[in-house]
Structure formats: structure tokens, C-alpha cells
């Protein structure tokens, strides 16, 4: 398992919703590599190259070793977690800070509400993407509008909500979905750095240099988060795009089970849409 | 009108589900000398039952000779398939999630000898042998752990997501006690059609503890659903201990207003007694929680050894002492029904048989490719999706 979920992490990345900062410059860079929306700083200011899931790891253990009022729990966190990410800190920071939940992800995203609105930094984590929507509505509901609908009396400002997405090369249909548009389209929902805000700056720049614009996501195709940037970037370069903004995505069905490749947007898609726009 | 006729033509097919057959495997196993008599026989269940607010029924369990062989050829035929499932994972024929029911057996025996194919099943994912129970075929099984053409969901859904229509049988759904709402739809709808069928709605000790159990509970209680909520506790929710995750275990008194009876799940007769009770009393009152003391051999998943929070000890003194196959065996050599080797050769004939299945689900091909763009609506909706290449590949979703 170890083994395999290291392979698989590479490709799985984490969608951070929320959050106050940034943990650390190399998981913001991989999580942004791994999103396929901005060209990522790979290794980041350490300089050192790290996989994702070891970035994570070492991120949660900065958030816990600095901020004694943080607390990492999901369900089998305790024991490393199915991915790995959380492996050593229930023996570093004791079982009181790094804690298993019951199979419940309504009850933990409220929980982790509650926690972060007492001024406390919660990161609570969802064991797969494709769970997070039984907490849906604690998320875009509760967790987003705290600090709005009370006029900033109260908010949740410390709550970090992780889970990985995304397909692992035969998940099936419950353990690869990519969410992430859900979430980009609630108000007060904030990604790690990589969506929400996105990095609009560095695409135009880039934009203005080339002319061209391809974006690529895991998630179906319409409604996708592609989209926002192809119109916002649309918007900022007009004058300046040489070819239409290409996307390459997920197609429009459910995740298969078999043929993911075909879902896929995969490197001869992604090669067919560049040599359709640098040729337009 | 052309839609309602259709409709109302499967309601009847439903209505018309044919008792249930002998037995509920499609398999041919007839070793000579294994006894074959209907002899009425009881037989005591291995503990007594634990009740709440309901009063259990008698320990005493009729059962006849041919029946005892027949569970035991069930549940073989079962923990094979698990086993042959566990090794063409291992080979990769198998990809996905894949989450096996070997210890559990007796479970889905007991239940299937008590109900009709009238009545309902609708479980989580760790779904095979609900379905072999449900008179699946073993090459469908095996056809859709390895994704081909002949599985029972055409190679489409994979190991979480098998179903049986003309059993009732409602699978095979991924999401921790998303299933079990759905379970109590079901109920209603069969008492709307004023059928005399229940739904029998599984969950594990893990899904206990989601907040959608209680909230299906609740409207099962208030409108009286003709529903059997069956809590296969097999004490670990994925990776966490019931002890770490609940607060109270005892999962048969969480139903609060809703009658619960705790059952010896490796108990193949025991669950058989429990589920005809709680069939009755689900018809007449409503529902009622069924927790099944069982236990997983296996990890969660094909990716969890399953060793890390729990001791190899532990798992072999559950095997040694509770196995639900060697209960019936020991039944069946006790009361002089087959003799050992007879009762070798049946589980040789059946690893046969599983075996023949494997090599029938290898034949069968993968789907074809424009499998993607099918089912996603029932009509053509007008999207258009590409593939590779996009010029020529493309089209739009039927």
C-alpha cells in the first residue's frame, strides 16, 4: 500500500479549500503544479525537490509544530492516513492534536466549523474528494458565509478542509472525481493559492508573450474551472490572443471505470490541442 | 403513454418475482453421499439473541439436512470467489476498488434462505456475494471486477457496483450509508404497491455512524416502512476500531425508538431465525434493526493489509473459533449428513466452477469504447465530447 500510494500521490494532488496562509512554499507549489492551472515553482524556495505527499506532510507538521492551537483529524489520520499524508504526527503531537473521526463527512466539516470559529486552526481532512459531498453543505453553507452573514462578528477563518482528487489510473468512479469547481463558484471559499485566488498575473503575462493559451483540468469540461480562465483571460488578452483559448479536460460523462485513459485529458490530447493552436 | 405501459409492464415483473428458488447459486454441486433429506431438524444458535424493545426470537432454528448442505456450498462458493477475487487483483486483471466479503458469509446466506426475491437488498460496496446470494452468476461476477462486456453491469460499474434487477437486487453504491435512504424509498414504494416484501438495507459499523442513517431511520419509523435495517458490524470502519468510532456499539439499541436484535452474524442459522423475524415484523410494524456480529478476514480494501490495527491473533482466533463455513461443516459431519472427504469434494467441484467462470470472464471483451457516452442520459442530451484525436473522434453523448 505504502508503496503504491506514493506512486499514486504523484498523480493524486490535494485541493486545499480555505485557508488563513500559506503552510509552506513547497506545498503551494505542488499543489499548484498538480492543479495544471499555473506553471509551479517546483521545490519551491527550500530548493530541494519533494514529492506532494511528502510536502504535506512536512506542511502539517510546520502548521502543528508553530500554531499550538492547530489540530489535524479525518477519518485514519491517527495512523498515517490511507495516503500517508499524516503519517508521524499523532506520535509527534500527541492523539489530543492529530485525531481519527468517525465515518461521517457532514459531521466533520461541521466539527472543524465550530472549531476554527472558537480561533482555532482546524484542518480537517476528507479521506477522497468523491466524499466530500455528504459536507457539502457544511462547506459552502456554514463554513463560507460565517464571517459575512454575521458582519464579521464571527468567521472560520482557521479552518483548512484537505482532500485528495483526481484520478489515480483505476479509481473508478468513486475515487477520482475532481470537485473542485463546486467550491470555486461559493463566495468566502478561498484555495491554496492556486484557484481562488488564481494566479491571473502570471497566465496574462505569459498570455501576452505567446498568444496562446491552453488549459487542461481533470474535471469534466463544461462548467469547469477551465472555463473561468479561458473567459477571464479572454477578457484581459483579447487583442493579444493569436488562437482561441484551447481547453483540454475531462469529457462530459461520469469517471469511468475503464477507458480512463479516454476520459482523460491525456499527453497526445494535450499535444493534438497544441498543435491545433500554435498552427491556427 | 408508450413510457407508462412500459412501466407498468415492469411493476408487474416485479410483482411476479418467482419464489425463491433452492438454492441460490447457480451452481450444479451435487456431490453423491452428501445427505440430501428434507427431514425436518433443529438446531440451537450459537448464542442467545440480544433485544431491544422487542421480544427475540426463540434460539431454536428448523433447518433440514439438504438445507445445511446447501449453505455450505453457498458460503464455499463464496469465500472462493473472494479468494480467486483477492489474487486477479493481485495480477491486476482486477483495477479499481475492490473490497471483499470473506468472513461475512454467513450473512448473506441466512439472509437470502429467509426472504423471497420479492423482497429488497440494497448494500454498500463490499457487494459480490449480495449478489452471488442473489442467484448472480459467478462469470458476471467476474466479468465486472475486470471491467468486460458480460458483467452484470456491462463492465461499467467494476467491484462497487453490482446489481441484479430480477432479484430485487438494488446493489452496490459507493459512498459510506449513502445506500441507506435509498433502502427506505424502497420499502415505501413496495408498500405503496401493497406488496408483501421488505427491503433488507445493509450498512457496516462504519456507516452507523453517519448522520444519514438516523435521518433514514427516523422517516422508516414515522411512516412505518416495511423495512429491515441490517448492521453488518464487522467491528472495523475502514481502518478505525467500532470503539474508536462509536460511542455505543451496540448498534442494534442505536435505533432508539426502532427495535433492534443483535445476531451471532457468523452464524448462518442464527441469521436465517433473526431475518424471517424481522421480515414478519417489518411487514407488520415497521422497522427494525438488525445488528450481525460478524467479521472481515480481509482488509477494508485491496489496498489495506488489514494488519495494522488489528493482530494477525486476532484474526486467526475468529477463523478458529467462529468461521461460519466450518460451523456448518462441523453441523454437517455431526450429524452424520456428509463425511469429510465428500465435503472436501464438494468445495474441490466448486473451485472448479469458479475457476471455469474466471476463464469465461476472461473471454468476454472489454466494453466498446462508445460505452463512455452511453447511459449518461437516458436520451441524447446534445453534449459533445472528443478523444484523442480530435478531428475524427468525435461525438455526441447518445
Not at chain 2, 38 to 50: A, N
Not at chain 2, 152 to 172: E, I, P, Q, T, V
Request: some cysteine; aromatic content about 8%.
Amino acid at each position: 500500500m505504502a508503496a503504491k500510494s506514493l506512486r499514486e500521490i504523484r498523480r493524486a494532488a490535494a485541493a486545499g479549500i480555505g485557508s488563513r496562509r500559506c503552510f509552506s512554499g513547497d506545498a503551494a507549489a505542488a499543489a499548484a503544479a498538480a492543479a495544471g492551472v499555473a506553471e509551479g515553482k517546483v521545490g519551491g524556495g527550500a530548493g530541494k525537490e519533494v514529492n506532494l505527499f511528502t510536502a504535506i506532510n512536512q506542511a502539517l507538521h510546520i502548521a502543528l509544530d508553530t500554531d499550538p492551537r492547530s489540530y489535524v483529524f479525518g477519518e485514519d489520520v491517527g495512523f498515517g492516513g490511507v495516503f500517508r499524508c499524516t503519517t508521524g504526527l499523532a506520535d509527534r503531537f500527541g492523539r489530543n492534536r492529530v485525531f481519527n473521526t468517525p465515518l461521517c463527512e457532514q459531521g466533520i466539516a461541521g466539527f472543524a466549523v465550530g472549531l476554527a470559529a472558537m480561533g482555532n486552526r482546524a484542518i480537517a481532512e476528507i479521506q477522497f474528494a468523491d466524499y466530500i459531498f455528504p459536507a457539502f453543505d457544511q462547506i459552502v453553507n456554514e463554513a463560507a458565509k460565517f464571517r459575512y452573514r454575521s458582519g464579521n462578528e464571527f468567521n472560520c477563518g482557521g479552518l483548512t478542509i484537505r482532500s485528495p482528487y483526481g484520478a489515480v489510473g483505476h479509481g473508478g468512479h468513486y475515487h477520482s472525481q475532481s470537485p473542485e469547481a463546486f467550491f470555486c463558484h461559493v463566495p468566502g471559499l478561498k484555495h491554496l493559492r492556486t484557484l481562488i485566488p488564481w494566479d491571473k498575473e502570471t497566465v496574462e503575462a505569459s498570455v501576452s508573450k505567446t498568444g496562446k493559451l491552453l488549459v487542461s483540468h481533470e474535471a469534466p469540461i463544461t462548467g469547469g474551472f477551465g472555463a473561468e480562465i479561458a473567459a477571464s483571460i479572454t477578457e484581459r488578452c483579447f487583442q493579444r490572443l493569436e488562437a482561441p483559448v484551447a481547453r483540454v479536460c475531462g469529457l462530459d460523462t461520469p469517471f469511468p471505470l475503464v477507458y480512463e485513459t479516454f476520459y482523460m485529458p491525456t499527453k497526445n490530447k494535450v499535444l493534438d490541442a497544441i498543435k491545433a493552436t500554435v498552427n491556427y | 403513454m408508450a413510457a407508462a405501459v412500459v412501466l407498468l409492464r415492469r411493476l408487474r415483473g416485479v410483482t411476479a418475482a418467482p419464489r425463491r428458488a433452492a438454492a441460490a447459486l447457480p451452481l450444479t454441486t451435487s456431490v453423491r453421499g452428501v445427505s440430501d433429506s428434507t427431514e425436518p431438524l433443529t438446531i440451537e444458535t450459537s448464542v442467545p439473541y440480544k433485544s431491544h424493545i422487542v421480544d427475540p426470537p426463540p434460539r431454536e432454528v428448523a433447518t433440514t439436512a439438504r438445507e445445511l448442505a446447501t449453505f455450505f456450498r453457498d458460503m464455499s462458493a463464496m469465500r472462493r470467489a473472494e479468494i480467486a477475487a483477492d489474487s486477479l487483483y493481485k495480477a491486476k486483471l482486477i483495477r479499481g476498488f475492490c473490497h471483499l466479503y470473506d468472513g461475512q458469509e454467513a450473512v448473506a446466506v441466512g439472509m437470502e434462505a429467509a426472504t423471497t426475491r420479492a423482497d429488497a437488498i440494497i448494500t454498500a460496496y463490499r457487494d459480490h456475494c449480495a449478489y452471488l446470494a442473489r442467484g448472480g452468476d459467478l462469470a458476471a461476477l467476474f466479468a465486472e471486477l475486470m471491467g468486460r462486456r458480460g458483467g452484470c453491469s456491462r463492465g461499467k460499474g467494476g467491484s462497487m457496483h453490482l446489481y441484479k434487477k430480477d432479484a430485487n437486487f438494488y446493489g452496490g453504491h459507493g459512498i459510506v450509508g449513502a445506500q441507506v435512504p435509498l433502502g427506505c424509498g424502497l420499502a415505501f414504494a413496495q408498500r405503496y404497491r401493497k406488496e408483501a416484501a421488505v427491503t433488507f438495507d445493509l450498512y457496516g459499523d462504519g456507516a452507523a455512524n453517519q448522520g444519514q442513517l438516523f435521518e433514514a431511520l427516523n422517516m422508516a419509523a414515522l411512516w412505518k416502512l416495511p423495512v429491515v435495517l441490517v448492521c453488518e458490524n464487522n467491528h472495523y470502519g475502514m481502518g478505525t476500531a467500532e470503539w474508536r468510532a462509536s460511542k455505543s456499539p451496540a448498534y442494534y439499541k442505536r435505533g432508539d425508538y426502532v427495535p433492534g436484535l443483535k445476531v451471532d452474524g457468523m452464524d448462518v442459522l442464527a441469521v436465517k431465525q433473526a431475518c424471517k423475524f424481522a421480515k414478519q415484523h417489518a411487514l407488520e410494524n415497521g422497522p427494525i434493526i438488525l445488528e450481525m456480529d460478524t467479521y472481515r478476514y480481509h482488509g477494508h480494501s485491496m489496498s489495506d493489509p488489514g494488519s495494522t490495527y488489528r493482530t494477525r491473533d486476532e484474526i486467526a482466533g475468529i477463523r478458529q473459533e467462529r468461521d461460519p463455513i466450518e460451523r456448518v461443516r462441523k453441523l454437517l459431519l455431526a450429524h452424520d449428513f456428509a463425511t469429510t472427504q465428500e465435503l472436501k469434494d464438494m468445495e474441490k467441484e466448486i473451485r472448479k466452477q469458479v475457476d471455469t467462470a474466471i476463464a469465461k470472464a476472461k473471454e468476454s471483451p472489454m466494453p466498446d469504447p462508445s460505452e463512455l457516452f452511453t447511459n449518461v442520459y437516458v436520451n441524447d442530451c446534445g453534449l459533445e465530447s472528443f478523444g484523442v484525436d480530435r478531428k475524427v473522434v468525435r461525438t455526441v453523448l447518445p
